[in-house]
């Protein structure tokens, strides 16, 4: 018997929303790329993975849009699956909505789930015969044939068929096997290719129930990853190249509350710091009641970690706090703030802000833009609030106009814009240590693009080769002199030191 092997298919993955998405289509990626496959573009896939967003209403508005396009390419090819994954996957009710809108995904999942994924692409894709090979004896034909080359054979995908009638063996046809599917989030983590700057999720889910947010409702209770899966994770990815790891989660500082050890989030980073190799340690998102004095010192004498704290207020008001069950005060956030810019004096501060939530008013908007000058943030992202079916306040009227939410955000900008334009000015004449991420080629020039300790982004020019041998590449520390500002970055050129 003849075997001939059969080459795997293409993938793309479609990411919006989170850095968490981000670590989990990497999940994903890493598991197609040892199963074989090739990455592709959009239009060249065999297997497009869709990881959607739900926390807000215009990265849903993408997917929607992705799954309509889908759906037209899928009725011109037969050789398209479809997966859906991500915060718009709820629960089996949600799932059977999605299914009947959109009956050409083929399979949903969870990154939970993902270890469905090789038995699904096995049923769907993998021929009769072994795994990746297509038996000549199973041709339809009693005839000796010469077999087609093997680039010129199409996948054809199992169909269901009446009883009692004959069913046609077809080339790489495909007998449906049942998948398990086990609640455990992946780990086994080793990408052929890791940029300069890498995810690490350390604490997946969320106990908050604020009143606005999805995500409990999506990713589940609060779990924290075992250290020492951690760490093992954290030099493969510093051993395929990562210089930078950001710490991820929803209240990141919660880290190892609910381990048998109850290792805090400072114990991590002292435990990441001695890798070979790893230069940079970030983290995000924090929480103010989780942030103790004695986790903030020892964050701050680590070299490796990074100044930079991204701390959500949402509001400016306690009133609203209260709405959106944020579970603090105002006067906690704001004390909180102090205690970290003292123990921590050189660090950066970035948060979030919702403006036009349900109730919000005019009174309540003004507290919000008060506080934002008063702690005099480096970076404010700033949302109009959207009503996501399934939270607390979706059974609560959206009553603040979509014009005026638009209005507070564009008040919320020129704010932040005016106070970043002047923190930012601080840096003129400095040298900032720059880590390069990539090439930027806006404007028609090229520049390197990266950022410095404090999170904030640098763009610089190549030197000259009359001024400097060195040719730079991402994951690079650069010496960079800043020259000009502007709210959102900075740009300079590189020195020697």
Avoid at 168 to 175: D, G, R
Avoid at 342 to 358: A, K, M, N
Avoid at 415 to 425: P, T, W, Y
Wanted: proline share 6%; charged share 25%; with cysteine.
């Amino acid at each position: 018997m003849t075997t001939t092997h059969i080459p795997r298919g293409k993938y793309h993955i479609w990411t919006v929303g989170c850095q968490m998405n981000q670590a989990d289509s990497q999940r994903i990626q890493t598991m197609l790329d040892e199963l074989g496959w090739e990455e592709a573009s959009m239009e060249q896939a065999n297997l497009v993975v869709l990881n959607t967003c739900s926390v807000r209403s215009a990265p849903e508005v993408k997917a929607h849009n992705q799954l309509a396009h889908l759906k037209r390419a899928k009725e011109q090819r037969s050789d398209l699956l479809v997966a859906l994954m991500g915060c718009m996957i709820g629960n089996q009710k949600t799932i059977d909505d999605l299914s009947k809108r959109y009956p050409h995904i083929d399979l949903f999942m969870k990154v939970e789930h993902s270890d469905i994924l090789p038995h699904f692409l096995e049923e769907r894709w993998t021929p009769i015969s072994g795994a990746g090979c297509l038996d000549v004896e199973l041709l339809p034909s009693d005839e000796p044939q010469e077999l087609e080359p093997i680039e010129n054979l199409l996948p054809t995908f199992a169909t269901s068929t009446a009883r009692g009638k004959k069913q046609t063996v077809l080339p790489m046809a495909i007998t449906p096997k049942p998948g398990e599917r086990i609640a455990h989030y992946p780990t086994k983590i080793e990408p052929a290719r890791v940029s300069p700057t890498a995810w690490l999720p350390i604490v997946l889910g969320c106990n908050k129930v604020c009143t606005y947010c999805i995500v409990p409702y999506r990713r589940g209770r609060e779990r924290s990853r075992p250290l020492d899966e951690l760490m093992l994770e954290a030099r493969t990815l510093v051993d395929k190249g990562a210089r930078e790891l950001t710490l991820l989660g929803q209240t990141v500082e919660s880290y190892g509350l609910d381990l048998p050890e109850q290792p805090d989030l400072a114990d991590l980073m002292t435990s990441l710091s001695e890798i070979d190799g790893l230069q940079r340690i970030r983290f995000m998102t924090s929480y103010p009641r989780y942030m103790t004095d004695s986790m903030i010192e020892r964050m701050a004498h680590l070299p490796k970690v990074c100044e930079h704290l991204n701390i959500p207020v949402q509001s400016g008001d306690d009133e609203m706090l209260k709405r959106m069950k944020r579970g603090y005060t105002l006067e906690e956030y704001c004390e909180r703030i102090d205690r970290v810019r003292e123990l921590w004096p050189s660090i950066s501060l970035s948060t979030d802000i919702i403006v036009g939530f349900c109730g919000e008013t005019e009174e309540e908007f003004q507290h919000t833009l008060d506080l934002i000058e008063k702690i005099r943030f480096d970076v404010v992202h700033v949302a109009a609030y959207s009503v996501r079916p399934g939270t607390v306040a979706s059974r609560w009227e959206d009553d603040v106009p979509l014009q005026e939410k638009k209005r507070r955000l564009h008040a919320v900008e020129e704010v932040q814009a005016r106070i970043a334009l002047e923190r930012n000015q601080t840096s003129l004449g400095q040298i900032e240590e720059v880590m390069i991420e990539d090439l930027n080629t806006t404007h028609g020039r090229q520049q390197w693009r990266g950022r410095n300790r404090t999170n904030k982004l640098v763009f610089f020019p190549q030197p000259e080769a009359s001024t400097s041998q060195r040719v730079y590449q991402p994951g690079d520390l650069v010496s960079v002199r800043i020259e000009h500002v502007t709210p959102w970055s900075l740009q300079g050129c590189a020195v020697e030191l």
